[in-house]
């Protein structure tokens, strides 16, 4: 717990103390925003954040991987990898301190949006509960975002190769959940791989608990996702140590 | 304090290490000589679990590289070949930050911080950004937090790479005191580097083992010295001389602008001293010697006899020992 503790809190300051991170939380919050209000959320006297939250799944695909690029990328390229990796530190706590460092760095820039809700609340009537469930919701789709993410940056010493890879995969990922998307595969691909691959679209999942219903299987989903990218991410290090 | 027995490490179908066996005894300093692509730095990153071996097995203080990979870490302390670091952090950030991931205990951590800033000398720049600092800084950092869990071993890849004379020496100083505490591996291209700090010299090549031995033994194990006389004297006259005087010699002498000439003459390193001997035969002559000097073989003809390819160094061999007179 020291450990993932301690890289935990050493990814998470360099995220504020880089620039990008800046130009990168005011980019996020401001196209967030503004398409949120751009969209209908006052309907009639009942006040809602769905349209908010509905835009999630997309703002986060463009944003997310730009959080994630860095993360082992940067540390191949400089060689600092080659220190942390002879910290005594088991790989899995180094993967776990980065990964909540970027699931922390996304959520204090979620905290901003809070002025919304609040906004609406003033004005109308809010139901508070579905509105923090879908917090919750949000953070658990995230976080598979960034497991993916985080996987690819830990393929290339390139950042700019990072983002792209995870950019085009969480697209796929993203189309997969659309039946419009299933339709079309389903006349190249058998019955079973089209079940699988909109099975495995975090997108399906994210509905259901944003507008406030609790599933368990959702969330079990999403820690299941997030263990698998997380877990391919500690192969793949633990691969480069064999080859060299 | 550390085993190394038969270490394989292939990258695809390059072979990095061939089987290389040593041994260091705790305390030992112990200097990893070898030209680039040699293995050195694929030995120090097997022993310090960056990397795993292809077969073979490395041990630290009795613990395994591959299964107690942990236990092996947490009792060393390393600085990779070209120094990286986090060049956004504070040095003193920096350095608290390896001393938290490295379990060194809170109440102890202000001391070792505080002893690594002082041994280091960065007391002057704990405050500016990494990223702000000279090379020479840099290393300094990159040293102090190899060493600010007083770690049993040290492992130091080329500590003094791409620095200038002064700042090589004050580096070079700085390991001399780290030896006198811990166990010291360091790979570097410098020989002076490891004339002086180096209890034992590991000699690497192409992935073996060439040459593991004291400084001195490696030094008396060149075949020879060359003593350079320097004389104004008649040219036939002098090769009768010598020729009686050193019967069996291979004596090169060369006629230089100024008409005086000058001779080399190998000798063995245990032979009795010729000087007296030579400098009697010019008095005799009455020639006037001009200079007379041993020139004793340095690490620097070791390790370029061990590790030159076998037709270069048949070449170097072959020019030296002609028995002909060369005129210039």
């Known amino acids: ?123 109308g009537s809010l139901d508070w509960a579905p509105v923090l469930g879908a917090y919750v919701a949000s953070l658990l789709l995230a976080g598979a975002y960034l497991a993916v993410g985080m996987f690819w940056s830990s393929l290339t010493r390139d950042q700019i190769v990072a983002l792209l890879l995870s950019l085009v995969s969480l697209l796929l990922l993203y189309a997969f959940g659309f039946p419009v998307v299933a339709e079309w595969i389903a006349g190249f691909l058998p019955t079973w791989a089209v079940d699988l691959l909109g099975g495995i679209s975090p997108y399906k999942y994210f509905e259901s608990i944003a507008r406030g219903v609790f599933d368990t299987r959702d969330i079990v989903y999403y820690l299941c996702f997030c263990g698998f990218f997380l877990h391919a991410n500690a192969l793949v290090l633990n691969n480069r140590r064999l080859k060299g | 304090m550390i085993e190394v027995e038969r270490l394989r490490k292939d990258y695809g179908m390059a072979h990095a290490l061939k089987g290389i066996s040593f041994r260091v005894q705790r305390g030992e300093v112990i200097g990893f000589l070898g030209p680039n692509g040699a293995g050195k730095s694929t030995t120090m990153k097997i022993l310090t679990c960056f990397l795993l071996p292809t077969s073979g097995r490395a041990t630290v203080d009795g613990f395994d590289v ?145 040459a593991d031995d004291t400084r001195d033994n490696l030094v008396a194990s060149m075949p020879a010295s060359v003593i350079t006389v320097h004389v104004r004297a008649p040219l036939e006259a002098l090769q009768r001389q010598f020729h009686e ?20 003459v190998e000798v063995g390193t245990g032979t009795a001293p010729l000087e007296e001997s030579i400098a009697r035969l010019v008095v005799k002559n009455n020639w006037s010697l001009l200079e007379l000097l041993r020139e004793r073989p340095s690490l620097e003809d070791v390790f370029r006899k061990l590790t030159m390819p076998p037709t270069a160094a048949n070449n170097d061999a072959a020019a030296a020992g002609t028995g002909e007179v060369a005129r210039a």
């Open chain 1, 1 to 123: 717990m020291r450990e993932i503790s301690v890289i935990f809190r050493r990814e998470l300051k360099s995220y504020f103390l880089s620039p990008i991170a800046y130009v990168f939380g005011v980019l996020f919050l401001g196209v967030l925003l503004y398409l949120a209000t751009q969209r209908q959320i006052v309907d009639g006297q009942q006040a809602s954040m769905q349209a908010f939250f509905g835009l999630l799944p997309v703002v986060f695909l463009f944003f997310l991987p730009g959080l994630t690029m860095r993360l082992w990328a940067e540390e191949r390229r400089s060689g600092t990898i080659e220190l942390l990796m002879t910290f005594p530190v088991r790989i899995g706590h180094l993967i776990s301190g980065k990964f909540f460092a970027a699931l922390a760095f996304l959520a204090v820039l979620l905290l901003f949006t809070i002025g919304l809700p609040v906004t609406l609340a003033t004005y």
């Open chain 2, 66 to 210: 591959v299964e107690h990979s942990l236990k092996v870490r947490s009792r060393i302390g390393y600085l990779p070949e070209s120094t990286p670091l986090y060049g956004e952090m504070r040095v003193d950030d920096y350095l608290r930050f390896c001393a938290e991931i490295r379990g060194v205990p809170i109440l102890k951590r202000g001391v070792a911080i505080d002893r690594a800033v002082e041994l280091c000398g960065l007391r002057r720049v704990t405050g500016k950004n990494i990223v702000e600092l000279s090379k020479g800084y840099r290393q300094r950092v990159g040293l102090a937090q190899a060493i600010v869990h007083e770690p049993e071993v040290l492992i130091l890849d080329e500590p003094t790479s791409g620095l200038d004379p002064n700042q090589i020496i004050e580096v070079r100083h700085l390991i001399e005191r780290l030896g006198q505490e811990h166990t010291v591996i360091l790979s570097t291209h410098y020989l002076q580097e490891v004339e002086k700090s180096a209890s034992r010299v590991i000699v690497i090549h192409q992935g073996e083992i060439v």
């Open chain 2, 245 to 264: 005087l050193l019967p069996g010699r291979k004596v090169v002498i060369e006629t230089l602008a100024d008409d005086s000439l000058r001779l080399r």
